[in-house]
């Protein structure tokens, strides 16, 4: 015991004297969730449009102060003809232009048919497609107030409710991940990295001519990262809710077990890492190609994993991200509790201990 | 017997590091492992101090096997690597504490053993293991290596990089530490360093060339070996290597060290082939023979004998 103390003691000290490794433990977590909350978001606020208005007259001046009242656009300019739009666009300033077609209250009264024409910037296709769902909801929310008094023959009325973030907002979306990325990060990256800079600095050869076990040597080496990836897991959570409101509506006791679950699962990848890296670089590329591409790209924290083609949906499920990202999100917006989570629970369970089998099969008690 | 090693052969693809070595190393012994570079020392280092595992022979170290009781030899030898590998990011005091407590012993248990070589780190005690000088390290090494009281110490070139006078003083300790009974293998590329030894054994290309104390390796070295100067050190060289009987040419400090191969050679003829040769200030006389000659002659027949093979 005194042996793992002392071993625990000096990874302490190398850590706390490294400032990069300080910096990648306690400063990027702060960054990053700042970053995804404030900066990258797929909502929309403040987007600048332009209006060729052909007929300014009662009807369309209505809608066009709806529009500019919505938070969500900014009426820059009036185009003032065809002719325009394209250079409009073009500036890149103005993301859509709204376009009321000649005699539009006129058609409305008499013909009870008027055309609105929405041109996007699709650039950004998403932005676009959010754009133009907007500006319609705008539109049939005034088409209904115009509809009031007359009665409609046949009419679906749909209301629709959105459960566990009413408002969409992005950030609910982010934190869970962003708290997936940092953990697999400082887990499996700093540990493959803390291994192999042993072998490098040829300390490893010492350690293991040492009644040291090897064991020994990989838990000294894993509980420094097991207790700071724990209150880094902490900071987000807290930084989630003061800065950003994000609910944990399930048990705490519950999240703190997935948690270091979790990061049980992404030490023992970091473990397999340095046991097949001889060099910090090596495990670090290992890390950064291997397992932070896929938890960013296939794991549902930026992208939708059903609308991906279904080979990397497959390839998906390897990845314990995805896992512990439906995990978060159930326990901290949906509130539900082991019994609707023990699947992706034991899925983790299962991939930790595999993870643990392989590299202690592949750790080597000599030098190759 | 300490160590005992027999017939051990290690390759790595094509190379063949170590070649069917035979040596023992008796109990408390000082025992030198003198070769070049890549001569195969740090091969057998590590597979005695149970790292790599040989394709052929059989090692023992402290009467254990080096292959089967790897774990009891792991808590009873200390070993001290080529290259200077402590913590760099540690003090002196706290490397010294780490390798104390995953030996399971304390600093103050066996200062005893490391006070003469601690005493000199002392002052540094508080700095960065990285920051210290190239001697001041492999003294802290040393300590470290020592810290356990082990029963035979492997010290893997241990003055490579060191100047001269850090040299002498890690050589005394040596010597110092082999009165409290610790058995030490220790590896080095310097022939004058040879000589402190109780025995050496010589080694090139993962053959030994000869095992014995360092006096009984020069006294059975018959050849008379000749200090010869000259002006034009560099005309010289090739001059006397031109001439018939020559056997062995080589630098050695400000002078020449000549052999020749016939028995009956004096060295008039040499000194009157060498004024033909309009040398001036020719000077010849008869050289004390060291290590590094026996050595550098050992090494040329082998290396014939391998070509003629």
Redesign the interface.
Known sequence: M??F???V??EF??IF??KRSMFILFGMPIVQILLFGFAITNEINNVEIAILDNSKDNETRKIIQKINASPYFNIETEVLSEKHIETVLKKGKVKAILVFESNFAEKLEIKKLANVQIITDATDPNTANTISNYVQSILQNHQQLLNKNARIPYQISVQTQLQYNPELKGVFNFVPGVMTVILMLVSAMMTSISITREKE???M????????KPFQVIIGKVFPYIFLSIINALVILVLGFLVFEMPIEGSYLLLAFETILFIVTALSLGILISTISQTQQTAMMISLMGLMLPVILLSEFIFPISSMPLPLQYISNIIPAKWFIVILKGIMLKGVGLQFLWKETLILLGMTVFFIVLSVKKYK???? | MSISVHNLSKSYDKIKALDAISFEVNEGELFGLIGPDGAGKTTLFRILTTLLIADEGVAKVANMEVVKEYKRIRESVGYMPGRFSLYQDLTVLENLNFFATIFGTTVEENYELIKDIYIQIEPFKDRRAGKLSGGMKQKLALCCALIHKPKVLFLDEPTTGVDPVSRKEFWDMLKRLNKHGITILVSTPYMDEAALCDRIALIQHGKLLEVDSPQNIVDRHQKIIYNVSAENTYRLIQDLKRFPTQEAVYAFGEFIHYTDSKSSFSPEELRAYLLQNNHKNVDIHTAVTTIEDVFMDLASTFKSEAIEN
């Open positions: 005194k042996r103390i002392g071993f003691r000096k000290f190398h004297r490294d600095l040829g300390t050869e010492i350690l293991l001519v040492s009644p040291l008690i000599r030098l190759e």
